[in-house]
Structure formats: structure tokens, C-alpha cells
T-cell receptor, first 113, second 111 residues
Framework: DAGVIQSPRHEVTEMGQEVTLRCKPI?????LFWYRQTMMRGLELLIY????????DSGMPEDRFSAKMPNASFSTLKIQPSEPRDSAVYFC???????????FGDGTRLSIL | KQEVTQIPAALSVPEGENLVLNCSFT??????LQWFRQDPGKGLTSLLL?????REQTSGRLNASLDKSSGRSTLYIAASQPGDSATYLC??????????FGAGTRLTVKP
């Protein structure tokens, strides 16, 4: 069984550039989550989707961040313009429904110079 | 405010010891609680999930307990091995998949 797949694994870019992170959830999972992990703040939920519809985006830090889920097998998290403080590891996770375990991808390590 | 706290932040034990990791949460109206393991540079691996109506869950050498009324959960690891070295994260789900994480306990098991 393929797990949650994220790409790229690493991204280094200069501030001001647009960054797009990608995620393919586990097939059949109805929920998809985007998290950010930093040393200072730990793991934080940014946004999650149910059946491709954004349910709660209250964790999205500001308007520079946007997320989409055009179909059940693909989601993107976009940062435009990027800033050094956006440097973090971004995780995508999915699960089969409320109360079910969340399964995480290996993350994208983002460095904004 | 829904906070999740894990103690200790780091733990080092010799191989073979039994150990307990602690997690506390301020809001007891939880949906479920999940324990994860995170290896350096990797994502999170789900270890155990306890529903709010359950008291404990077991998987191999791992046992997780839940006491909602006191806002606590423990992860017990029996006969620890060097391969158990990782960061262990406690995560509390409140509703609609709103998951709040603790800062984790970094475990080192020495051969």
C-alpha cells in the first residue's frame, strides 16, 4: 500500500519566490490535512479538507498561504510570496474519517533564504 | 485554550528498561488521542489510537492508557531497544479531526 506521498522532499528558494508543495493522499481517504513543524512552535494544523472541500483553514498563517484540492488524489499548498520565516517542514496527512488514525507523508523541508 | 503537554522533553535509558512517557491535556472533551513516533528527517508513524470511550490500547511492547477525567495519557514501552530511539508525540483530537500535538519526548535507548 502506498502511503501519503509528498513532493518535493526538499525545497530551497529565495524569499519572494512562489513555492508549491504537493501531496497525494492514501487512496480512499476522505480527509486531507496540511501541517507545519518548526522547532519553536512544534506541529501546527494549517488546513484540512473533507471530500476535497476545505473545512477549517483557521491555521493558515496569512493570505500568502493558500491550499487547494482539485480532486481526491491531489492537493497543493502554495506560498506566495515566500519569506524566511516560512522555513519549516510541511507535512501532509490523510485519514479515512473522523476518529480514524491519521497517516503522514515524509514531509517537505522548506528553506527560504 | 486546548494545550497538550509532554513530560519529559527528553529521556535516556539503557536497553531493556521499561519506561513511561506522559501526556497531559487541558480540555478533557476529546474525541480521541493518538501516539506517534517520529524518526529524524521523517514523517510521523501512528503507534496507537485510543478513542475517548476507551481506557487503553496495546500493540506489541507498547501500551497506551487514557484517563479523560484527569486529562492524562501515558505510553508504556516494555523492554526498550535501541531501535525505539525516536521522538514520541502525543496528539489529541477534539472534534472534526482538529488535532493538537504535544512538543514530544525525545527518547534515546542506549545499547
Amino acid at each position: 500500500d502506498a502511503g501519503v506521498i509528498q513532493s518535493p522532499r526538499h525545497e530551497v528558494t529565495e524569499m519572494g519566490q512562489e513555492v508549491t508543495l504537493r501531496c497525494k493522499p492514501i487512496s480512499g481517504h476522505d480527509y486531507l490535512f496540511w501541517y507545519r513543524q518548526t522547532m519553536m512552535r512544534g506541529l501546527e494544523l494549517l488546513i484540512y479538507f473533507n471530500n476535497n472541500v476545505p473545512i477549517d483553514d483557521s491555521g493558515m498563517p496569512e493570505d500568502r498561504f493558500s491550499a487547494k484540492m482539485p480532486n481526491a488524489s491531489f492537493s497543493t499548498l502554495k506560498i506566495q510570496p515566500s519569506e524566511p520565516r516560512d522555513s519549516a517542514v510541511y507535512f501532509c496527512a490523510s485519514n479515512a474519517g473522523e476518529g480514524q488514525p491519521q497517516h503522514f507523508g515524509d514531509g517537505t523541508r522548506l528553506s527560504i533564504l | 485554550k486546548q494545550e497538550v503537554t509532554q513530560i519529559p522533553a527528553a529521556l535516556s535509558v539503557p536497553e531493556g528498561e521499561n519506561l513511561v512517557l506522559n501526556c497531559s491535556f487541558t480540555d478533557s472533551a476529546i474525541y480521541n488521542l493518538q501516539w506517534f513516533r517520529q524518526d529524524p528527517g521523517k514523517g510521523l508513524t501512528s503507534l496507537l489510537l485510543i478513542q475517548s470511550s476507551q481506557r487503553e490500547q496495546t500493540s506489541g511492547r507498547l501500551n497506551a492508557s487514557l484517563d479523560k477525567s484527569s486529562g492524562r495519557s501515558t505510553l508504556y514501552i516494555a523492554a526498550s531497544q535501541p531501535g525505539d530511539s525516536a521522538t514520541y508525540l502525543c496528539a489529541v483530537v477534539y472534534n472534526n479531526n482538529d488535532m493538537r500535538f504535544g512538543a514530544g519526548t525525545r527518547l534515546t535507548v542506549k545499547p
